[in-house]
């Protein structure tokens, strides 16, 4: 069974599925470094809050009766982009900004402290007990038999790589066509120089907060979905995942956080399910630092020119 | 880079209340938005799964005290502090006693809980803290006159007091250094340092120490490191192997557990030092997790999950802490002739740290002032021009990488000792942040700083330990706090290290 071609495809299925939601997150990471050039390390914590707000928001509906499965799904979706994104934006408004101009240490350790706040916010208010949900969508079809070994792709990962394609489309679109992408590109190029010719540079800089929490608030949906499980802890492990994925395919890249994210996934799900489960997190690092090492900007990130 | 956050007070201007309750409804907005959902519903488990119970009145009074908050802020900035101080003012006596009452036992707590505005204890106290804050704001406006507003308007008051406080620090250290020395040696013998101060104490000495070690390597040589704890787990496990299979006593492996530190420090260093800043950062993360997972599955030598437990305390030139000492043998009390305290035992692991404390302290001092330390600060400030003066950067880094990640190895084998007992779960990813935030918030580079951060940071949380929920929530806040209050650490100075002419200077 190990050896067979069916198996290598389940794995594949799974670590696709755990990409999109890696690669999901990674985007905010990303669109941060490149605008703002820090680590926003509480955007993991926006994933959690964002798959708290996702459970709330299912079980509130399970409460008023809705029970039609597409309608409940999209109802639960825009709620948790809403609401995660105030959390996006009150972080950069009352975190970051007043740091902006101070040096990085200073703004890492700010979000370093933003993230443990979360977390913690997060537990008092909640509980820290796991909270399962029922599962939402259930069912698939089977694409491959070999002997009792069945590779079923579920209506659910169909479900979440639709949605990721349609969200990456949508942002492509967004940072390459609008104005507001436009101006990103630019506060990213030189935040100053932007300024000047009228770029409204604090707008730009929290949209780019926003942007990033919508996306890390449906990977925590994604993730609420996939899982069935949550707790206030899932942000750090996610997050750290995340940026890996991020620096893998170059920081500033939001294809590269893309392929950053389905690489992690894919090396994670391949590598519990041919090695052991135990070392997995060792096996998406140890190919980070080998990158690192041999393409020190990541897989699609171009290369810093240094002047003296 | 200038502190450049904040736009230049002017003089109070006139007073828009549309603008004004514009954007307090606006602050009223967004808390709805953040308190909608986690605030105001609380996930219960029930019979048979999940069920949401709500709290709409939470989110009411969020939303209320943001509006008010954000509209007393405009008062403030307006230049009108006499209504704001008023109202909160009333509103920190109406709070105070209800909160204090409700933390009591009995019926009055039952009413007083049900006249405060939130139902978290935890929401009650932050309310009551920018209630006190708006009030003392409002109040040193209406006491001082408008430039005392526009300083609160400019965002950081009081930051140029702290620069100054600062630098006045730094030239009282020469004299304050030997005060604070004498007070931390005679430390265990004032009164009030019972076995649970000292146990305090200890750990605030623990993080000083792995504090200094860490400051080598992020303040002296500028390599953002976050997997710090990483080699502490090596020196802890390092030493804990070494007794409990072979027997070893702690000062031997003392030498022998920073050895295996930087020597871990030294291999993992190698592939990566070439890499900058943030990829440094997320790499170093990265071997520091590894680290911790290699810990937690290697089962035939770390015993996994389990831990090492029974690890020997150190002696005292070879005689133990123990009320019985074995036939033939001697322990530290019939040695010395005294009756048996096993505070004794607290008191020696004290100035176990503390003296190696002082020495990681002092060894910083001196190598800052050797080709090495200087070579390190050359590459911190640029990497291009110390390269091309003829330093070897990957050498350099590793040196700095190496003896940072050996005290902590030392500080590691010093933790096993102490606590005898040792688990993958003492070396989470927070500690390295939480040794990092120690370098950062003191003011890199200064080691009294590392000092101050450390009380501030370790010591007390653990004298509010009873408010254990909150400690966590209380830390992350204050470490955001500290960092937009003064971003560049509380005791920040950029001194030279060498100098030309006068006390210090550069022999030739």
């Not at chain 2, 002296?220 to 710090?228: P, Q």
């Not at chain 2, 940071?457 to 254990?468: A, H, K, M, S, V």
């Amino acid at each position: 069974m190990l050896g067979t071609f069916e198996y290598f495809v389940d794995q594949a299925i799974n670590g696709i599925t755990l990409g999109a939601i890696y690669g999901l997150i990674a985007i905010g990471y990303t669109l941060v470094y490149g605008i703002v050039g820090m680590i926003n390390f509480a955007h993991g914590e926006i994933f959690m809050i964002g798959a708290f707000v996702s459970i709330i928001a299912f079980l509130t509906l399970g409460f008023l009766g809705l029970t039609w499965v597409p309608l409940a799904l999209l109802l639960v979706l825009v709620a948790t982009m809403l609401l995660t994104a105030v959390y996006g934006w009150a972080l950069e408004r009352f975190a970051y900004r007043p740091l902006r101009r101070s040096p990085r240490l200073a703004a890492l350790i700010t979000a370093i402290g933003m993230s443990i706040f979360l977390q913690n916010y997060v537990q008092l208010l909640q509980g820290a007990r796991n909270k399962p949900l029922q599962q939402v969508i259930g069912g698939g079809f089977e694409i491959m038999r070999e002997g009792d070994y069945v590779v079923t792709l579920s209506y659910l990962q169909i479900f979440i790589l639709l949605l990721t394609v349609v969200l990456m489309a949508v942002f492509t679109l967004v940072i390459g066509r609008t104005a507001l992408g436009r101006e990103q590109r630019a506060c990213e190029q030189d935040r100053d120089m932007a300024s000047l010719l009228g770029v409204n540079v604090d707008r730009t800089i929290s949209l780019t907060f926003v942007m990033g929490a919508v996306l890390a608030s449906v990977a925590g949906l994604v993730f609420l979905l996939n899982y069935g499980v949550i707790d206030f802890y899932i942000g750090f492990l996610a997050g750290i995942k995340a940026f890996t994925a991020a620096v893998l395919g170059g920081i500033g890249s939001v294809p590269g956080a893309m392929l950053g994210g389905l690489l992690i996934g894919l090396i994670e799900a391949l590598w519990s399910g041919y090695f052991t489960v135990e070392y997995k997190d060792v096996a998406a690092f140890s190919i980070l630092v080998l990158v690192l090492i041999f393409r020190p900007t990541g897989l699609l990130g171009t290369p810093d020119v240094e002047k003296v | 880079m200038t502190d450049a956050t904040a736009p230049p007070p002017s003089a109070p201007g006139p007073f828009h209340v549309r603008g004004a309750l514009k954007e307090a409804g606006l602050a009223a907005f967004v808390m709805l938005g953040l308190s909608l959902a986690l605030i105001g519903a609380r996930i219960d488990d029930v019979s048979g799964g999940l069920a949401v119970r709500w709290r709409p009145f939470d989110v009411l009074a969020a939303v209320v005290v943001a509006f008010l908050g954000r509209l007393g802020l405009a008062f403030l900035r307006a230049g009108r502090p006499a209504p704001v101080a008023l109202a909160s003012g009333l509103s920190c006596a109406a709070l105070a006693p209800l909160l204090a009452v409700s933390a009591t036992g009995g019926g009055a707590a039952d009413w007083a809980r049900t006249a405060l505005p939130f139902s978290g204890f935890a929401v009650n106290v932050l309310v009551l803290v920018v209630v006190v804050v708006l009030a003392l704001r409002a109040g040193l406006a209406w006491r001082f006159g408008a430039r005392a507003g526009a300083r609160a308007r400019a965002g950081a008051p009081g930051a140029e007091t702290m620069d100054r406080l600062a630098s006045v620090a730094r030239r009282a250290a020469v004299h304050a250094v030997p005060v604070l020395l004498l007070a931390a040696v005679l430390f265990p013998f004032l009164p009030f340092a019972d076995r649970r101060i000292l146990d305090i104490a200890i750990l605030v000495v623990t993080y000083v120490m792995l504090g200094w070690g860490l400051n080598i390597v992020v303040g002296l040589a500028g390599l953002l490191d976050l997997g710090y704890v990483a080699f502490y787990a090596v020196g802890a496990y390092a030493y804990a192997l070494l007794a409990t299979e072979m027997g070893l006593g702690f000062w031997l492996c003392l030498p022998f557990a920073g050895v295996m530190a930087a020597l871990a420090g030294v291999l993992l260093g190698f592939p990566v030092l070439r890499l900058r800043g943030d990829y440094l950062a997320i790499v170093t993360l990265g071997f520091g997790e590894m680290i911790r997972i290699v810990l937690l599955n290697w089962y035939e030598v770390t015993n996994g999950p389990d831990g090492i437990s029974g690890i020997p305390k150190p002696t005292f030139f070879g005689l133990p802490f123990v009320r019985s000492p074995p036939e033939g043998t001697e322990s530290f009390h019939t040695f010395f002739g005294l009756a048996y305290a096993p505070i004794d035992r607290i008191v020696f692991l004290y100035y176990v740290i503390l003296a190696m404390a002082l020495i990681t302290n002092q060894f910083t001092l001196r190598i800052r002032k050797l080709p090495v330390g200087r070579a390190w600060e050359a590459l911190r400030e640029d990497e291009t021009a110390s390269r091309s003066l003829g330093i070897n950067p990957r050498n350099t880094k590793l040196t700095a990488f190496g003896i940072g990640a050996m005290f902590a190895g030392f500080a590691g084998s010093f933790f096993a000792t102490r606590q005898g007992f040792i688990s993958p779960e003492s070396f989470v990813f927070i500690e390295s942040a939480v040794i990092l935030a120690i370098v950062v918030l003191g003011g890199m580079g200064s080691q009294v700083g590392v000092v101050l951060a450390a009380v501030l940071l370790i010591g007390l949380p653990e004298i509010f330990r009873d408010l254990q929920e909150f400690r966590m929530l209380a830390f992350g806040a204050t470490m955001v706090l500290i960092m937009t209050w003064r971003p560049r650490g509380l005791l920040a100075h950029r001194e030279p290290t060498i100098r030309l002419s006068g006390k210090g200077a550069v022999r030739r």
